[in-house]
């Protein structure tokens, strides 16, 4: 077969986690592809990724958006499998997905499937890089796809901000191309047709010299290499030189900038940018992971505390920005007070004064063995990822790293080089710098193109310049400390008795602990999960929004606290819920229980600093009025639970009812939601029994839940039989319209949960299909399950710049009502095909702890205490016939179903016909009140 091994230019052994079982074998085939096969024994779903070395950057000059058109043209059909969505329909029939994104340099192309249906995968896959078909009219369907991507994004601020960027680099830098591409940049021209030029991008720039394949499956690797030559040893080489940028990123003239854009959506940042060169081949030492982690720490005294107590910035962070194979932006971003923006100089003063200090007392070794530590650990324990986020990811290592390293590369820190780190720190320097600030308000006198962003570009006087050169240390500023959370030479998981589930190690009025021992996954660490539940925080809508404003008050007192045990690898998330909050812990569990403790004991944090008070409020007000601004589809699914869920309000009126409260009444709310709860906490991972009884005591003592216990919140869900089609009318201020039909079960057994999973299951890859590549209805279109307080439910859902609502539910009526009959011209192989997929999907092993970790407390949740939900349905949809579904299906029917219509009128649509079959609700808090409703 000519297959001839990978060429080594360092070790000859690939280097990976000791917790990593799989086996690797690298090969360069004939025609000079480098393929990276991996053997996963355990694995339930087999994975393949291709990215090519061809990305935006590459796209001709008049043809800008090519590369990410032709991704999109791949998946369209070649000469082997000439039928358009063939492919996907085969990934996902076989319980898999796929996808494929377009960067500035790459391009990568990723799917995963059950593993028996691999080859069968990987020969229609192949075909994308050997014989696409390009037909006609799909290019012109296509190309309004890409318009619609593109339409998308235009009220996106990243998107826009992006374009400004673009605009404001060397204009010979590749980097000042538009890379989405829309109807204009790809329209037929009479010069050129846009078909015969992405034929021509294809065959000039597509070429196996330029990719990287990785094949992951439960086979054997002496199975997968001869597939690999078998099916891609035909891609043509090219010899196509080796891609490089010639012309830089910024010349004199693109540095020392001061940017100002009007962004769409009410925030205020500062972004100072320091131009680096290509840092690739720093990845063994990584010098910028050290000096990101000293410039963006929040200790005590670091940068960000000190600018945060001015009242000048709410967050920053340092290390991000553009990067390619001859540029890296460096990036020290802030979010800004209405202070800061008045005084971002000020910030920038002080940013100069700590890169001055780290110059002279920062560069030390020991800080540099604390960071290794931790990027150590999480090699060494690394945990299992699904397959398609594996292959897709190394494809792209295998790009940057040497062959060797293309795991070890993203953790590898090799050794404390402070000439190297000096050497980069003189990029950190005003002459070097640009600035950006994004807000409201600021005076613009230019536009982007394509996103329309106001903004304004002017050169940093030379004053301000000379100032920021001659700043010196300032006293108030520190460097970060030794950390005590970090653990030094862990050793593995510790031994002990483990049950097959979670079982209950304490049940009592108001407290019940579940506890697993789980060492399946070999790592140190563990989930600790303490649901708070109580009535106070849910009582009304004042205090629904009081409770959330309390959770971010609490997490922000808790930054500074917590920070080095989350720079030492513990996590926690506090989050509220319908029934009240619950505090999540993750990490390394050796030091969980002093975080434990940490947060608990600041839970009622006392007299709240008034400032902090009004900032935090006022943040999150803006952030509930902000929701206003998202896109029309998110707007309709979040106002479509609140509408079903009372203990779910709507965003606006949070924002109303917390308007008035005063930091005087928040200690004494806190208080009050302590008073009586019930608390419920899972204990899953590397723990001893002993520690969890320690725990529990802690719990009982600290939260006091016997004095005066509670009971479980009801979570209450409004009940839709009977209603026949309600419709609600949103207002969403956006040029397209949207649509969510929503489908809801009244009951909660396995058997519908299987029936409405099979469902979405089986007619998700049609429906898109149908509507938005065959009827191009637009970009956003797709079906869903959507389960609310355990009753399973399912939507349909369309954003569309080309339809109002009238239009939109025809399609999806049509859509709904002749389904039945394609379910009945399925053969039976297809039909058991689909379900079986379904099956392995449902019933796949847990990828890692937190996954299952996850699973459990879902578990827990749903009230699925025998933890066998999964294997219930698994079970319903074995014996479930075509007859079932079909019965089902034909109830979905718009004629007889009951049904929620969510919609929206886009400015587009201001004058299409109006809906007017169906119930509407004028009033949906009324409608919430009256509604009967199911309480779990
Ligand atoms: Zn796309």
């Given at each position: 077969m000519g297959l001839v091994s990978f060429k080594y230019t360092g070790a000859a052994i690939l280097l990976k986690s000791p917790n990593d079982k799989k086996d690797y074998q690298f090969l360069t085939l004939t025609n000079q592809l480098k393929v990276l096969l991996i053997h996963d024994p355990k694995a339930s779903s087999a994975a393949a990724s291709m990215a090519v070395n061809v990305g935006h950057f590459h796209d001709p000059i008049?043809?800008?958006?090519?590369?990410?058109?032709?991704?999109?043209?791949?998946?369209?059909?070649?000469?082997?499998?000439?039928?358009?969505?063939?492919?996907?329909?085969?990934?996902?029939?076989?319980?898999?997905?796929?996808?494929?994104?377009?960067?500035?340099?790459?391009?990568n192309f990723f799917f995963d499937i059950d593993p028996q249906y691999l080859e069968a995968a990987l020969d229609r896959f192949s075909q994308f890089f050997i014989a696409p078909l390009f037909t006609s009219e799909l290019v012109d369907k296509e190309r309004q796809a890409i318009e619609s991507e593109y339409q998308l994004k235009l009220n996106d601020d990243v998107r826009r901000q992006y374009q400004v960027h673009k605009e404001t680099v060397n204009p010979a830098h590749p980097f000042a191309k538009f890379s989405v591409g829309n109807s204009q940049t790809l329209a037929?021209?009479?010069?050129?047709?846009?078909?015969?030029?992405?034929?021509?991008?294809?065959?000039?720039?597509?070429?196996?010299?330029?990719?990287?394949?990785?094949?992951?499956?439960?086979?054997?690797l002496d199975?997968?290499?001869?597939?690999?030559?078998?099916?891609?040893?035909?891609?043509?080489?090219?010899?196509?030189?080796?891609?490089?940028i010639e012309a830089p990123l910024y010349t004199e003239a693109e540095l020392e900038l001061e940017i100002h854009v009007q962004p769409v959506k009410d925030h205020k940042k500062l972004f100072v940018a320091f131009a680096l060169p290509c840092i690739d081949h720093y990845y063994k030492t990584k010098p910028l992971t050290y000096l990101s982690h000293i410039l963006g720490n929040e200790y005590p005294d670091s940068l960000f505390s000190v600018l945060k107590q001015q009242g000048l910035i709410n967050s920053l962070s340092a290390g991000g920005g553009v990067s390619g194979s001859n540029f890296k932006d460096f990036n020290i971003s802030f979010g800004l007070t209405d202070k800061g923006l008045a005084e971002r100089d000020e910030i920038v003063n002080q940013l100069f004064a700590y890169i001055a200090q780290i110059k002279q007392q920062g560069l030390n070794s020991w800080r540099y063995r604390e960071k290794q530590a931790i990027v150590e650990q999480a090699y060494q324990f690394q945990e299992t990822s699904r397959p398609i986020d594996v292959v897709s990811h190394l494809s792209i290592n295998l790009h940057h790293y040497e062959p060797e390293?293309?795991?070890?590369?993203?953790?590898?820190?090799?050794?404390?080089?402070?000439?190297?780190?000096?050497?980069?720190?003189?990029?950190?320097?005003?002459?070097?710098?640009?600035?950006?600030?994004?807000?409201?308000?600021?005076?613009?006198?230019k536009e982007a193109a394509w996103y329309f962003t106001p903004y304004a570009v002017k050169k940093i006087e030379p004053e301000r310049i000379a100032h920021?050169?001659?700043?010196?240390?300032?006293?108030?500023?520190?460097?970060?400390?030794?950390?005590?959370?970090?653990?030094?030479?862990?050793?593995?998981?510790?031994?002990?008795?483990?049950?097959?589930?979670?079982?209950?190690?304490?049940?009592?009025?108001?407290?019940?602990?579940?506890?697993?021992?789980?060492?399946?996954?070999?790592?140190p660490k563990g989930s600790l999960y303490i649901a708070v539940d109580s009535e106070h925080a849910v009582k009304s809508i004042r205090h629904i929004a009081m409770t959330r404003l309390a959770v971010e008050l609490f997490l922000d007192l808790l930054t500074e606290i917590t920070y080095p045990a989350e720079i030492a690898g513990l996590g926690y998330r506090i989050y509220s819920h319908q029934g009240g909050f619950t505090l999540h812990f993750s990490g390394l569990t050796a030091k969980q229980y002093l975080l434990v403790q940490l947060v608990l004991s600041t839970r009622k944090f006392g007299k709240v600093d008034s400032d902090r008070f009004e900032h935090i409020k006022s943040q999150l007000i803006r952030s509930w009025k902000n929701q206003k601004q998202g896109k029309p589809i998110s707007q309709l699914f979040s106002q479509l639970t609140s509408l079903l869920q009372p203990a779910n309000p709507p965003a606006s009126l949070m924002a109303k009812a917390i308007s008035d409260v005063t930091v005087d009444e928040m200690p004494g709310f806190v208080e009050q939601l302590y008073k009586q709860v019930h608390i419920e906490v899972l204990a899953h991972g590397d723990w001893q029994q002993q520690e969890i009884e320690t725990l529990a005591d802690y719990l009982l003592k600290e939260l006091a839940p016997n004095s005066t216990p509670g009971a479980e919140t009801k979570r209450r869900l409004v009940d839709i039989s009977r209603k026949g089609s309600l419709v609600r009318e949103v207002n969403c201020d956006h040029n397209d319209s949207a649509m969510i039909v929503y489908y809801q079960s009244m009951h909660t057994t396995p058997m519908h949960v299987a029936r409405y999973t099979l469902a979405n299951h089986i007619m998700s890859t049609t429906f898109f299909h149908e509507l938005r590549t065959r009827k191009q209805l637009g970009y956003v279109v797709g079906s869903g399950n959507l389960p609310l307080n355990r009753h399973p439910g399912i939507i349909f859902y369309i954003q569309s710049p080309v339809a109002g609502p009238q239009h939109l539910l025809r399609c999806i009526d049509e859509f709904i009502d002749t389904f039945a009959l394609v379910l009945m011209e399925l053969t039976q192989a297809q039909w058991e095909i689909s379900k079986q997929g379904l099956?392995?999907?449902?019933?796949?092993?847990?990828?890692?702890?937190?996954?299952?970790?996850?699973?459990?407390?879902?578990?827990?949740?749903?009230?699925?205490?025998?933890?066998?939900?999964?294997?219930?349905?698994?079970?319903?949809?074995?014996?479930?016939?075509?007859?079932?579904?079909?019965?089902?299906?034909?109830?979905?029917?718009?004629?007889?179903?009951?049904?929620?219509?969510?919609?929206?009128?886009?400015?587009?649509?201001?004058?299409?016909?109006?809906?007017?079959?169906?119930?509407?609700?004028?009033?949906?808090?009324?409608?919430?009140?009256?509604?009967?409703?199911?309480?779990?």
């Open positions: 008049e043809r800008q958006g090519m590369a990410h058109f032709l991704e999109h043209m791949l998946f369209l059909g070649t000469e082997k499998y000439p039928q358009s969505g063939e492919y996907q329909r085969f990934i996902n029939q076989h319980g898999g997905s796929n996808n494929a994104w377009t960067g500035t340099e790459f391009t037929d021209t009479e010069q050129s047709l846009a078909r015969e030029d992405l034929i021509a991008f294809y065959q000039q720039q597509y070429c196996a010299s330029r990719m990287t394949l990785v094949i992951s499956s439960n086979h054997q199975e997968l290499a001869p597939w690999a030559q078998h099916y891609f040893g035909n891609i043509i080489d090219k010899q196509l030189p080796k891609w490089a390293h293309v795991i070890y590369g993203d953790y590898i820190m090799a050794g404390f080089d402070e000439a190297e780190l000096r050497q980069l720190l003189d990029y950190f320097s005003p002459s070097n710098m640009r600035m950006l600030v994004s807000a409201a308000g600021l005076t613009t006198d920021w050169q001659q700043i010196g240390i300032n006293p108030l500023l520190k460097l970060p400390p030794p950390n005590p959370f970090i653990v030094l030479g862990l050793n593995g998981t510790q031994t002990g008795p483990t049950t097959e589930k979670p079982i209950i190690l304490r049940d009592q009025a108001g407290f019940r602990v579940w506890y697993k021992k789980d060492n399946t996954f070999n790592v099956i392995s999907q449902i019933t796949e092993k847990d990828a890692n702890l937190k996954s299952r970790s996850q699973r459990y407390w879902a578990s827990i949740g749903n009230k699925d205490w025998r933890f066998d939900q999964r294997e219930q349905v698994a079970s319903a949809l074995e014996i479930m016939t075509r007859a079932d579904l079909i019965r089902f299906i034909t109830q979905l029917k718009s004629r007889i179903s009951d049904r929620v219509i969510m919609c929206s009128y886009g400015s587009a649509h201001d004058g299409s016909d109006k809906l007017t079959q169906g119930n509407f609700i004028w009033d949906p808090g009324e409608f919430k009140l009256m509604a009967p409703k199911f309480i779990n």
